[in-house]
């Protein structure tokens, strides 16, 4: 039986995730939760599966929870709260779905306890690849990625030496607005931005993929996650989310993993690893489909992608003040204070006045994200002054 610890368990993933786990109860069982601030869905989730122990984020809300739960389970509460549960000694797997760079330090905490990872949260590797990697080599912890795209690659070359890499093909579904006319972008609403044509995810990745962020975060985890140069790590556009990622050999012939646009796919993957699971999400019935399609991404109509290249190729903090600065911004776009092709243009105000720090810590990158923050914040309330 594997105990599985979920942080993060409140959002699409770890709710995906626990819609798994209870239907293969012979397998699994669940150690612990974690959640921001919905008390309600952990609530739920706590009687249904019987955690030992969850963690909430926001100090009152696990007060609340602490007294609706009596002897239940343990009921933890603030970071420490959370970061205790991600180090437990008693769980034997730990996937990492935190949304935003509140995931890093649990991350951290759970690998420094010896925690295989199942990682959803691609800001962890954004803000701190060097940093999270040789904790992980130094712990002996083993990373297994939960993306789709990144799933994928991770499936294509499992049996192959890294050597016989050339590239790898991240795909993109292109969002809502790919056929929007770039004279027509200013005026999108964060409802429109929400309306995702195939996935079905929380408001903060949504928006990132509207605006191809979330894939620049990708090609910047795929870096950290699979040891290739930038510069193998391309981009292409494919609406139908059929194709999650192409791997191209040395000898010119690629490999692609192809299924539905599922997230319990690449979830199941992780959390059975070596093996799979049955029927975890529906089949793929190509004739259906009919035709795949692809074309390379319009980086002057979502120039956050051409940011997140340009972030990883400065290296050293950058990377972590472009997620910084993204979050601020997202969350500026939902709430109706700047303009959707505002968000990259904050971003970038925020980059070039970044100074860089080279030699990567846990310190110099905690610092370059509050200081983000912070800077994000004066451009918004600028360009609000200027309105």
Wanted: net charge positive.
């Amino acid at each position: 039986m594997k105990r599985i610890t979920i942080l993060g368990s409140t959002g699409s993933i770890g709710k995906s995730a626990l819609s798994i786990i209870s239907k293969h109860k012979d397998q699994f069982e669940v150690f612990g939760l974690t959640a921001g601030k919905n008390i309600r869905l952990l609530e739920r989730q706590t009687l249904m599966f019987s955690p030992k122990c969850v963690a909430v984020a926001d100090e009152t809300a696990g007060q609340t929870l602490r007294k609706k739960m009596g002897r239940k389970c343990i009921v933890l509460s603030g970071a420490e709260g959370v970061r205790e549960v991600a180090a437990s000694q008693e769980t034997d797997f730990v996937l990492s779905a935190i949304v935003g760079a509140a995931g890093l330090l649990p991350t951290l905490s759970a690998i420094r306890a010896g925690k295989p990872i199942g990682l959803a949260n691609k800001e962890t590797l954004v803000m701190a690849g060097d940093v999270v990697l040789k904790e992980a080599r130094k712990y002996g912890v083993s990373i297994l990625p939960v993306d789709s795209e990144h799933s994928a690659v991770f499936q294509c070359i499992e049996g192959y030496k890294r050597s016989h890499v050339s590239k790898i093909i991240l795909t993109a579904s292109g969002g809502p607005f790919m056929e929007r006319r770039f004279s027509e972008m200013k005026t999108i609403t964060p409802r429109e931005a929400l309306n995702h044509p195939q996935w079905k995810m929380g408001k903060k990745i949504s928006i990132d993929s509207a605006t191809l962020m979330n894939k620049g975060f990708e090609v910047i985890e795929a870096y950290y996650l699979f040891g290739v140069p930038l510069k193998s790590i391309e981009v292409l556009i494919h609406p139908q989310s059929i194709v999650h990622s192409i791997v191209e050999f040395t000898d010119q012939g690629c490999m692609a993993q192809l299924s539905k646009p599922d997230m319990k796919g690449p979830i199941a993957y992780a959390l059975a690893y070596p093996q799979r699971l049955l029927n975890t999400m529906p089949g793929l019935r190509l004739e259906r489909i009919g035709s795949l399609t692809f074309r390379k991404p319009d980086h002057r109509r979502f120039p956050c992608l051409s940011l997140a290249y340009t972030a990883l190729e400065k290296g050293g903090t950058m990377p972590a003040a472009l997620n910084a600065a993204n979050e601020i911004a997202v969350h500026a776009f939902l709430d109706n204070m700047i303009r959707f092709t505002e968000i990259p243009l904050i971003i970038k105000k925020v980059l070039g006045t970044h100074t860089v720090q080279s030699r990567l810590t846990l310190s110099s990158v905690l610092a370059a994200d509050k200081w983000a923050r912070l800077k994000a914040k004066e451009v918004i309330r600028t360009m609000r002054g200027r309105a």
